[in-house]
Structure formats: structure tokens, C-alpha cells
């Protein structure tokens, strides 16, 4: 799947998540997006991930970083955030191109490559599991999706896209003792 014109705004994501988010792969691209502006932008870029999130996965509040009062629990934001300390380049491993020789660096075009299997469910039956490449595991990362009533594919369960991935070459220690 590719994504030629990458939203630089909150209002430009929701655009485009209507439009891609109708398939597994677009609900799962957008979460992907969403999980790369949160690395990057931090509690500014919250929104973006609490409209890829399945609606009874999120929290109902009126504190600051809300959106259309809800939010992520604190647990989930806090593994989050514990990733993306040591590994602030994860969510870049999925985008095709980033590799840890480039240091994860994200091409203009956004590309993904998913892949589904036996067990992973009809989607017909409105969830399903996907399974994303990522050029930093040698194995592509699943996470589940559900539709939800008005045809929207959302974000369920992702753990297995945050874990740590193979460091970025420009981390490697070098030996000269």
C-alpha cells in the first residue's frame, strides 16, 4: 500500500484515514502514520493515535490531550512512551525504505507491506489480523483490527508493533580498543 501524500496535519490525517481506513491495511497504514507523529511530536500528535484506536480500548476524559473527550489509558501511553525512549525510530520500521542502515529515515512516499495468513480471520466478519513488514525484525508484526459501525478499520491490539527492534546503524558502538 502506498500513501503519496503524507498529512501534515491533524485535519489532513482524518482525511485520509476516511479514505484508506475501509481496508485492514488502511485502518492499520494510519495507525502506523499515527504512531510515527506521536515519536516525533509527542502529546501534540495524541489525537492522532485515540482516532486509530478501537472505541472500547479508549479511556473517556476531559484532561488535557483529549480528543472529542477520549484518550489512551495511562498504561498503554506509558509503554508507549517507554518503547519510544529507547527506540524512538520503531513505528519508522514499517514505513518500506527505512532500514537500519539509512538510520530508519522515512522516504517521501509512504509504503507498507502487508501480508495476512490462515488465522488471521475473515474480514468480513468485521476483525481481522494483519501483519506488517518491518525491516527491523526478520519477521512482519501483526496486530488486530476491528470495523467499526460506520466501515472505519481500527486499531485493537499492537503490541508486537512497539517492541524493540534491531538498532539503527548510527548507534552501533564501534570497537577500537
Same mark, same amino acid.
Given at each position: ?36 507523529e506521536y515519536a516525533e511530536k509527542g502529546e501534540e500528535a495524541l489525537p492522532w493515535l485515540i482516532i486509530c484506536r478501537e472505541i472500547n480500548?479508549?479511556?473517556? =476524559?476531559?484532561?488535557?490531550? &483529549?480528543? @472529542? +473527550? ?7 501511553? %506509558?509503554? *508507549? ?29 509512504a509504503e507498507f507491506q502487508f501480508s495476512s495468513n490462515k488465522y488471521s480471520g475473515d474480514p468480513s466478519e468485521g476483525e481481522t489480523k ?12 501483526? =496486530?488486530?483490527?476491528?470495523? &467499526?459501525? @460506520? +466501515? ?7 503490541? %508486537?508493533? *512497539? ?15
Open positions: 500500500m502506498k500513501i503519496d501524500n503524507y498529512p501534515q496535519s491533524l485535519e489532513q490525517f482524518i482525511e485520509l484515514r476516511n479514505q484508506i481506513a475501509t481496508t485492514p491495511e488502511g485502518g492499520l497504514a494510519c495507525f502506523i502514520i499515527a504512531l510515527r480500548d479508549l479511556q473517556e =476524559s476531559n484532561q488535557p490531550g &483529549n480528543y @472529542k +473527550g477520549y484518550t489512551l489509558g495511562r498504561s498503554e501511553l %506509558s509503554r *508507549i512512551n517507554s518503547q519510544f525512549a529507547r527506540q524512538k525510530y520503531i513505528a519508522n520500521s514499517y514505513f518500506v525504505g527505512a532500514t537500519p542502515e539509512n538510520n530508519y529515515t522515512v522516504p517521501a512516499t494483519i501483519f506488517v513488514g518491518c525491516s527491523g525484525a526478520s519477521t512482519p508484526r501483526p =496486530s488486530r483490527l476491528k470495523r &467499526n459501525e @460506520k +466501515g472505519i478499520w481500527k486499531v485493537k491490539e499492537y503490541s %508486537s508493533l *512497539i517492541v524493540g527492534i534491531m538498532g539503527a546503524d548510527s548507534e552501533k558502538r564501534v570497537d577500537d580498543l
